[in-house]
């Protein structure tokens, strides 16, 4: 099993993100804390198998944004990255 | 209720020994491998184990000091957060009382801190007399990558997530503080026996 | 670019199986009838929810295989070795089941003809679904932008869609289909066989110059190689969007 086994893209959080957003998200922009870098939602690298999701980013693996949920309550974790941009 | 869809049973195994499962999980059979991040690979002369603290003096063994402790063969069920459990895995690894035997401390409470930058915290009580383990190898391999190899931290008694994968050392505290998993809204114990799976449980 | 949507909130509904149809020994596809679904945008994928009589719950995402032009919802499903989910819609799902979905979910990766061409559409097994469903677009939408699908599968048994395919190539302004088997090949084969490299895309794709819109689709570790070697054949890596399955293709 190597590394790409584990993850997929955020195109899988589109699902999550549109029961707390109302705009489409995997479209939104998200700027790196650590590289700078800045791409769209569905570009980044997802791990989706995990108590929660983690975004990470595709270009220096490091965290964007953690995803948990109980029930009907999100918390969004936004550490690491700079700016989300949305619609 | 959401619809309930004909026939479909999932991937659960029938419960044999339903006294062994806390409430809420299922069994399985395979080994799922969790992930919040690419699998740390770190090579051997560069590994090491560190017990660090503000109020205590700092060890670190190597990997070939640390193989060199006694180990044991543990045999226990494990379960995971997200439902499912399995019986009567089996490991080998240095205990954490082995360790702690060199560190003089009045600590409360550890974090344990990984290659990857993953932590969770723990109580000390829970870590000792036996119930926690340094694990290298899992059903009689060494320990895989994905699984958290070269060595994992091994908590039995509590929610899976408290082992923490490619652990590299604890730091002992005088309070407790949230690790990764409990900063996002995890437990700050982890008991499955009790469901405390998400803060407030 | 298509500007991002303002969705309003994500239901669950229930969609009713009125047909299935068999691609291949492992593949299914899954014709739904969907009450007052809002249409989607080829690329797009719905999440699928089965319940048990106890309430244990699995969830899946799939890929819509139906352009937005039909009014019925297509899904395509592999069977998974281990899946729980997949195996129960290739093997227990009958017509006049009803399907927990939700959807259509996705913006990032998605063509609308509009967005116009050259398209670029490089596939790994079960990724073909969500392009297919931009050829079954492009097909009826005009004029159509100029359009060429690279497609790697195990053998031709296993080629999703494989007559269709066919028959769109073979129209005036089909698209190029270019089929690379990595496993096995029939006899006579001419075509490639091995799985995609620089080498083929390189022989295979448009220059840099002519700026395709390109969605490679498939397990991770083929898009990661498909498109890392687009961009070192000079592709602009905001041209090319992914959309990424996971380890086994869905």
């Known amino acids: 099993m190597d590394d790409a086994d584990l993850r997929v893209d955020g195109n899988a959080l589109a699902g999550v993100l549109g029961e ?25 690298h997802a791990y989706m198998q995990a108590p929660g999701i983690v975004l990470r980013c595709l270009h220096c693996e490091d965290l964007l944004l953690v995803i948990t949920r109980r029930g009907g309550r999100y918390r969004l974790g936004f550490k690491g990255s700079r700016w989300l941009q949305i619609g | ?58 060890k670190t063994w190597s ?34 009382d082995t360790l702690l035997e060199e560190v003089e401390h009045d600590a409360t409470h550890v974090l344990a801190f990984c290659d990857g930058g993953y932590t969770t915290n723990l ?6 007399d036996g119930q926690a383990w340094i694990a290298f190898a899992y059903d009689g391999e060494d320990l895989e990558p994905e699984h958290g190899g070269p060595a994992r931290l091994l908590v039995p008694h509590l929610y899976f997530w408290k082992s923490a994968k490619w652990v590299r050392g604890l ?23 009790r469901e405390q799976r998400y803060s407030g449980d | 670019m298509a500007r991002a949507a303002v969705l309003g909130r994500l239901n669950w509904r229930l969609g009713e199986v009125v047909e299935l149809i068999d691609e291949t020994p492992r593949v299914r596809s899954i014709v739904l ?23 244990y719950q699995a969830q899946r995402s799939y890929s819509i295989a139906s352009a937005p032009e039909d009014r019925r919802v297509t899904l395509t499903v592999e069977r998974l070795p281990d899946g729980e989910v997949s195996t129960y819609l290739v093997d227990d799902l009958r017509p006049g089941d009803a399907l927990e979905l939700r959807g259509p979910i996705g913006g990032y990766f998605a063509w609308e003809a509009a967005m116009g061409g050259p398209l670029l559409l490089v596939a790994g097994g079960s990724g073909i679904v969500p392009l297919m469903a931009m050829l079954r677009h492009r097909a009826v939408s005009v004029p159509p932008a100029a359009a060429r699908l690279i497609y790697s599968s195990r053998m031709w048994e296993e080629i999703i869609y494989r007559d269709e395919l066919e028959r769109l190539a073979g129209q005036p302004d089909g698209p190029e289909v270019i ?50 070697a687009l961009v070192l054949l000079g592709h602009e890596a905001k041209h090319i969007k992914t959309e990424r399955f996971g380890p086994t293709g869905g």
């Not at chain 2, 044999?16 to 991040?37: C, I, K, M, N, T």
């Not at chain 2, 543990?74 to 009567?88: A, E, G």
């Not at chain 2, 109580?123 to 000792?128: H, Q, Y």
């Not at chain 3, 690329?43 to 106890?54: C, I, P, S, Y």
């Open chain 1, 20 to 44: 707390v957003f109302v705009h489409e998200m995997t479209s939104a922009r998200i700027a790196c804390d650590g590289c700078g870098a800045v791409e769209p939602i569905g570009a980044e």
């Open chain 2, 1 to 58: 209720m959401a619809h309930v869809s004909r026939g479909f049973r999932g991937k659960r195994v029938d419960q044999r020994d339903e006294s062994r499962l806390p409430p809420g999980q299922y069994l399985v059979e395979d080994f799922p491998v969790l992930s919040a991040g690419p699998t740390p690979y770190t090579s051997l002369e560069e590994w090491s184990f560190s017990i660090t603290g503000d109020a205590s003096e700092s």
């Open chain 2, 63 to 96: 990997w070939e000091e640390f193989k060199a402790l006694p180990s044991e063969d543990i045999r226990t069920d494990i379960h995971c957060v997200t439902k499912w459990s399995k019986l009567d895995t089996s490991w080998e690894g240095v205990s954490i």
């Open chain 2, 123 to 128: 109580p000390l009580e829970d870590v000792v």
């Open chain 2, 171 to 193: 730091r002992l505290m005088d309070g407790d503080e949230p690790g990764f998993w409990e900063t996002y809204g995890y437990h700050m114990y982890g008991d499955p026996w």
């Open chain 3, 33 to 55: 009838d969907v009450p007052d679904w809002p249409g989607h945008r080829a690329g797009q994928h719905v999440d699928v929810r089965l319940t048990a009589d106890d309430g």
């Open chain 3, 179 to 228: 089929h690379t088997l990595t496993r096995a090949q029939p006899p006579g084969w001419t075509g490639y066989a091995r799985r995609v490299d620089s080498q083929m895309l390189a022989e295979t794709v448009w220059s840099p110059s002519s700026m395709p819109a390109t969605f490679v689709c498939g397990p991770t570790s083929f898009v990661e190689a498909v498109s890392h």
